[in-house]
């Protein structure tokens, strides 16, 4: 097991191999650490190391989805103005409006 400092829970090249994840490899390994969660089969330890590696892959995959929602509302607005298309909304709106 690597070590890891107080300040982080995860190590630096962690975090670095994360970053370099597309956002499909970051989702599947993010569904591999729920399904391990899960299946109730790891110790404490293992546990929080995997919390704290899935709370990453959400932070990373939050972040590229927020970058592709700022290019589709960039695509959709021309120099003068809105092109005819309204920016994305990836938001749960629509779920939480209706039950």
Known sequence: MTSKTDESPISDDLKAQIQAMTFEDAMM???????????GGASLEESIDLYARGTALKAHCDAKL??????????????????????????????????
């Open 29 to 39: 390994a993010l569904e591999d650490v729920v399904s391990r969660l899960e299946s």
């Open 66 to 99: 927020k970058g592709a929602q700022a290019k589709i509302e960039k695509l959709t607005l021309g120099e003068g103005g809105p092109v005819g298309a309204a920016p994305l909304d990836v938001g749960d709106s629509d779920r939480d409006s209706n039950p």
